[in-house]
């Protein structure tokens, strides 16, 4: 994923999108002054900023805040759908990315206004609005962010655990691949992330989880794939810090999936292929 850190760009470009994005694609660290509401369809899209990563799998709705700056990257082919708010209407919303479990209503209200084509400022679209916002004012929220450091130490850490989740280096067989020690590194988690090694770890297996199952994947398969020794160990795990089995996640996202195709207008596309680059998977298909 591109490095928040790095100089952003300004977007402006405020048109609702639809797009679909390849799996891996990378969109650059950008900023607006708007704020931003993402709906993956299909895949997931995980964004993250300088304090944090979130993941936001098909049927969770992300929130990006005015000016906070952000990149992204794709999981899976992703079909993403983008609306922006101004900031008169984004008061009650918090002030750091977010990601809501959408409910039946906020879910069909969002679609409504990405699918009907009218300007937003129209009565109707207004109503919808109203209803989204009323909706994500209820609506629970992921406690999944994943803090991620500053210290270059650390992060030097981070960033190969990022690469390869599963990997079962102990702290000691990082830090020696990084140049730091095991109690310089150890102290650093409790200092700068407030969680130790193996939670910050298990909370990054997880975030790739929710990616995983909301594709299809096998509990099993799962665990596996992501380093747990066993599929009671991240079962538990899962439940611990989702509220839920990841058998039963799996069934709720994947009986989220089947979504109406976008109609009637043509949102820009620049903001998702001109900011970084970022390879489509294909054209956005837009009916109408």
């Known amino acids: 994923m591109s490095d928040p850190s790095g100089e952003p760009n300004f977007c402006t470009d405020d048109a609702p999108l639809s797009a679909l994005l390849a799996h891996g694609a990378d969109v650059a660290a950008h900023f607006h002054d708007y704020g931003q509401l993402r709906y993956a369809a299909r895949g997931a899209l995980v964004t993250a900023t300088q304090v944090g990563t979130w993941v936001a799998p098909a049927s969770r709705i992300m929130w990006v805040p005015p000016f906070a700056v952000h990149s992204s990257k794709a999981y899976g082919e992703t079909d993403i759908r983008v609306l922006s708010l101004p900031v008169t209407l984004t008061g009650q919303l918090p002030s750091e990315p977010s990601v809501f479990v959408a409910s039946a209503l906020l879910r069909e209200a969002y679609l409504a206004l990405m699918s009907e084509g009218e300007p937003v400022e129209s009565p109707r679209a207004r109503l919808l609005i109203d209803v989204v916002l009323a909706e994500l004012a209820r609506a629970a929220q992921?406690?999944?962010?994943?803090?991620?450091?500053?210290?270059?130490?650390?992060?030097a850490v981070t960033d190969l655990l990022h690469a390869d989740p599963a990997s079962p280096?102990?702290?000691?067989?990082?830090?020696?691949?990084?140049?730091?020690?095991?109690r310089t590194l150890s102290r650093l988690f409790g200092s700068e992330l407030s969680m130790s090694f193996h939670q910050w770890r298990t909370l990054l297996r997880i975030q790739r989880a929710l990616i995983e199952l909301s594709d299809?994947?096998?509990?099993?398969?799962?665990?596996?794939?992501?380093?747990?020794?066993?599929?009671?160990?991240?079962?538990?795990?899962?439940?611990?810090?989702v509220g839920q089995t990841p058998g039963a996640y799996r069934s709720s996202a994947r009986?989220?999936?089947?979504?109406?195709?976008?109609?009637?207008w043509r949102g820009s596309r620049s903001s998702w292929r001109n900011i970084g680059g970022s390879p489509m998977a294909r054209e956005p298909t837009l009916e109408g």
């Open 142 to 155: 992921e406690p999944l962010r994943l803090p991620e450091p500053s210290d270059r130490r650390l992060k």
């Open 169 to 182: 280096a102990t702290l000691a067989e990082l830090g020696r691949r990084t140049g730091a020690s095991e």
């Open 216 to 241: 299809g994947a096998s509990v099993t398969d799962t665990a596996i794939r992501l380093g747990w020794s066993n599929p009671s160990s991240f079962i538990d795990a899962f439940t611990e810090l």
């Open 255 to 264: 009986s989220s999936r089947s979504l109406p195709r976008v109609r009637g």
